[in-house]
């Protein structure tokens, strides 16, 4: 007799074996200082996601012609911080040499580090588009080295000088802002810029991260550190439709604290982004 | 000795008899697939409805000037869909008999099928403008054909091609949409093009049908199916406003889930955009 | 490589093939007459439980030791009440017929008829013991014959007179009381007389459904009808802990409704309860 | 055409005139210190009641066997303390006169003091029962002598002395314990000792005020002043049968606070209680 | 030993002595008709602001480098309204005196009156800008003439015509807007024309006055009158930064309601809005 | 001029010098698994304080009677455990050097560690009284020695055999168990035994450690863990009345999660546990 199958995100229902895109949660928020919560983000997501169709009228596309699948959470021990992030790393990595694409669900930022670590040793041209409305490039934070407010600062480590472009800052240290200008690309307050970006950029790979944190608060209230003056919802989706041209090699969605929502409009929000993403990666 | 009114939507006082506009309450939702509960929308508009002003500045127009009544809510069975839509089809065939114009609260949107069909009796040349976050035209929806999501199609089938003003739209089936922008007039995402859906219009009768999901989800929380990317409450009002040289004969504002939003803003946004209707209709 | 396994309720991880406990989901609750949202039950649970130690110090027996699986939820129908019933018919047949003991976990209570009807065919002489709040034994209710209100009547039509024993119950109206004194064992308000119930059953099978709203609002808030009056959480377990010498071929665990209820505390206490029931019917 | 009902509580559906018992609310919460809201205690109840059978198994009893109405809300005044308990003494005098029960529904504990103003005159005998968490008898609050928590003294000035029994206290100033230990009966922390009041009483008209606060928070968590350590919902409800054998003139239930219970279950212990209380004194 | 500070607004943590800005609580909210609550704003803006950087990217300035201290809320009468405002009157007297600069926190409208007052003694031309959705220009409302909806009238008998401007308003009665447009300078809707009232109020001292309801409840949420239509975040932070050329002496953000907004949105919009506010007032 | 006083817990207003009391703010929750957010507990208990009176009628003594203060929150830094310890245990160990007695708020439980180790140089003879629903006797969890789960393991480690009481406990692994009956006194589900207890310490100090989800999640729903089958208020308020004739040297309260509650229900029954303790302490 053949089992039911358990809620998978977006309803994606291919195998691994036979999926281009393989969507998976990390579910660790064990640095975060103010409110915590993101761990339970995916799981918001799996819910959520019942309530979108698989059809997008931006794309003129559908996720019943894509071949993924949702390989679920990723089972991170909570209070030790390296060993998280190690499985993370060895689990995107081996997606990457099974030739697919993976997608990570958050939790909280930091574990956009070991991701992007391993997307780098199969791609050593890595570029990074990150959307945030913080900085993240604290050198260290309280005293803490690996921390949701010091990652950016952690993966310009792994890339050097110029290749991390961030939009949508709107929230950070004075020093924090001086050095994001001086040896990344520093886009404050919105998107602008993204078309000159991908021209630099060119032919390289791109790893797109996106602390969801980056939209406006009245559209995203499900986050452990509102931020207001953010970008819409509109904005964020055409900033993901122009990047069709471009090679995405990996992105995370991240950020989403669903009990601060009762609405379930935020998960709702990062579903739809997930929709247009997994649309754009898997096509 | 006289007794004491109990709440009334928005403070209509006036008898029944008296009356030009006539608001009322159809609490169903028996055919939601996701997230139940619009059934408490005019219950809660009726609280609600005791933080709005009653002059408009917008109109520069007043409720205590009109003649209008709540009529309360109709005792509608659940689990019995049929029995419930033909109670709600001859609550409005009387009151448009007694020459009065009516404004539903809802409730899912199939609640709006009977009301059109008795005002297709009354009005045989009557077109429909929709407003929405979705087509609502499928055939059937899980092998049933009376559903929130089959309404338009069911109402097309009153109406025949090109009655039917689409505007909103942003959630559906391919097929939908290709459907719905080869039978209907169809306008994805906005509300442009009003002025000329109303040249075509002309001296025809309207009915005016909302589903208060059109609204995007940061100006309304408190619906089942938050669809992002929806309009600005500006936007929705301005619509209304430009109604007033044409003849609206019935309406209805759906789709208030209110235990989604303890803030109460999407029961507000309900009564503000129902004085504004009331007023339009009223005068 | 291997897949990372989704959430899967108290953590069970065998295969279908080797449990002998399979757990499932039926998210309906199309004819719910008040508060809806029971559909969202299962998934509740499936995050609730991560909360949940796999230990028993009232069993003194563990999770661990036991072969469980958790074959997720059913795709049942909205708006199509013959179809999700006989989906959930066909379904727990095939797990008795694979001889496993199934529990079902809801959605609402009329989810409970083809269960039973599917164990009955295999049980000719099932006994059932009901908790609930409520007699659920109208004949129609407003108008419709299956439904939540109706659904212990539907099972006695099933099994003749004297094979039902109603627990807690502690709302209906006066002819439903009347009506179940006459054709089952009725106890009003509390549980008392399990013993004696256990005693005239004998070595017959049973199935034990358990509407949650049995346990007081106090306990229990995540309901769609609060009934106060109800009994304590250990009571419950208490009477779940006596069954353990006799045979239960079945059950269910019914009526979450998790939006009422941001605390998480009726998901938990569900959790617990699905604990030491499949403890009970594993070992 | 008849005009469909609105919302009444528990279905009450009888003209005033042919009333015997008449419930209406009394929204006024302006001296409360802490955490206002009661003010929307009436709707909450309005709603909830839905929820309620008309049938009580406790007293074996039905609502649809007794003449009773729902009057609605008084527009009272908010600001004007004054002009609000003047309302609701005339409010409550007429009903008396009319030789009809009124059972009034808050609001804060202010409003008890008119309605048992207007009973006086016209039962100059009267006992008055007190449930309550608080003391109330403080004889000014915050320089302020009309206020809801010195209410009791204000009653008490009227009555004189041994005319008021306080059940179910927890919580006051040391001196507020001490003068109504001189001045009324004082039970403390529970409801022990009615029979013996009840004897005392004898055939003296009753006035029963219940401030839900005397509940629980655990079942009764809609409360602006929650005070742990109170009485279980079947505590109560039992006081409340014990009452049968008397003559309650008059009663409130006050003290909802809606949005602090996002369940509901405040509303609907309220509403169930009013149930009771409706049956013992329209019978 | 010394004693760790407790939470303090924005962690401003100069003494009251060495402060050139001083930032208090006024936690009153006595004569709110609609939705009560915003006594607790202060307190849950002191919770909010630990998510809060001290450095503002807009400004380019850095709360470390002013002198600014949180001086507490003041302990108000709750039912006693003369005297509440006398207090705050005293003690913004005293702050000017000190030649400091007050931002008061709300608490609802009234309390701008005494604060007012109080500048105006020290500085006689004072001018006043009032950002608001609602006029709160009535003579009286409900009998009471301190009130929530009177308070720029109550403002206006102390300044004489034209010389209060206000913005955002949206909300009143047909005759309040008549009035408005008489005696002072009337922006409905939006926040046009600041440019144009500070060339008319040059060298004058200001005062600024913010309901935050002038926020579209999208944005903020967390208040007791949602009144739709309002404006965005950015749209009032800009209003702000545009004062930065002149002289303002004191001010207020008021109306916070947090318990209508689990998210903590509204809070987190105050919070940021008071940074941008210290920032302008305190360098 | 003098500044107004910012709040304090149960408005305890005597300077540290003057105080026998302090009572402090341990907000840290970093090694938390499941539901985090006991960091923001001392602060809602500052909020919820408000509504709590200073006399109890259980002890018949009055909070103004005794020398108590606030000494707010420490700033412990998230994401450096130990930092967070150290800080915590040199704060404890001044307070008794200064011959005071400490009662902190967490918090999560790993906190109580610190704590009794600065208490244990003093009084080496330490024992403690410990309430919960959760063994905490891991020797490492999730390969993490310094960890909620592991608290009562890493006291034992202090204390050796016998001297720790365990009460309430009804949740762990089997092992916990085990060991805790071996090396600990282990009472199961209740409180019973404290008598016992008291009697085998004797004279030696004592150190209270209450994490409040040994109450049942009814009462206390503001958890991140809810365990049902917990004891009820009374059993707890009654247990502290007990420990009157015995020495507590020092105490705590920690497992506060207030997001999880919008009643604030928890929030009052820490701040009346406090008070009791606060009165046992100080007298």
């Known amino acids: 007799m053949k089992l039911n199958s358990k809620t998978t995100i977006l309803g994606l229902m291919s195998s691994y074996e036979e999926s281009k895109l393989v969507v998976f949660g990390a579910p660790f928020d064990g640095t975060v200082s103010f409110r915590p919560g993101s761990r339970f983000g995916p799981s918001a997501m799996r819910t959520g996601s ?66 992007i670590e391993a997307m780098i040793k199969q791609y050593p041209d890595l570029c990074i588009l990150h959307l945030d409305a913080h900085t993240d490039t604290r050198d260290t934070y309280m005293g803490v080295s690996l921390s949701h407010a010091t990652v950016m600062r952690r993966v310009w480590e792994k890339t050097g000088d110029k290749r991390i472009w961030q939009f949508g800052i709107r929230s950070g240290e004075k020093a924090e802002f001086e050095w994001a200008e001086k040896h990344n690309y520093l886009t404050s307050f919105d998107l602008y810029g993204i078309e000159n970006a991908l021209d630099i950029i060119g032919e390289r790979p791109i790893y797109l991260t996106i602390d969801l944190d980056v939209l406006d608060p009245s559209v995203f209230p499900g986050t452990g550190s509102p931020e207001h003056g953010g970008i819409s919802f509109m904005d964020l989706l055409n900033f993901i439709l122009k990047l069709r041209r471009n090679t995405i090699v990996g992105s995370d969605l991240i950020g989403l604290v669903p009990h601060y929502d009762v609405s379930g409009i935020s998960a709702a929000a990062a579903c739809k982004l997930l929709r247009e993403l997994a649309l754009l990666l898997a096509i």
Chains 1, 2, 3, 4, 5, 6 share one sequence.
């Open 50 to 115: 019942l309530g979108i169709e698989t059809f997008s009228p931006y794309q003129n596309a559908d996720l019943l012609d894509i071949k993924g699948c949702d390989a679920g959470d990723l089972p991170l021990p909570s209070g030790d911080t390296k060993a998280a992030l190690d499985m993370i790393n060895s689990f995107v990595y081996n997606i990457i040499q099974d030739e697919k694409t993976p997608i990570m669900l958050g939790g909280e930022h930091l574990i956009t580090l070991p991701a």
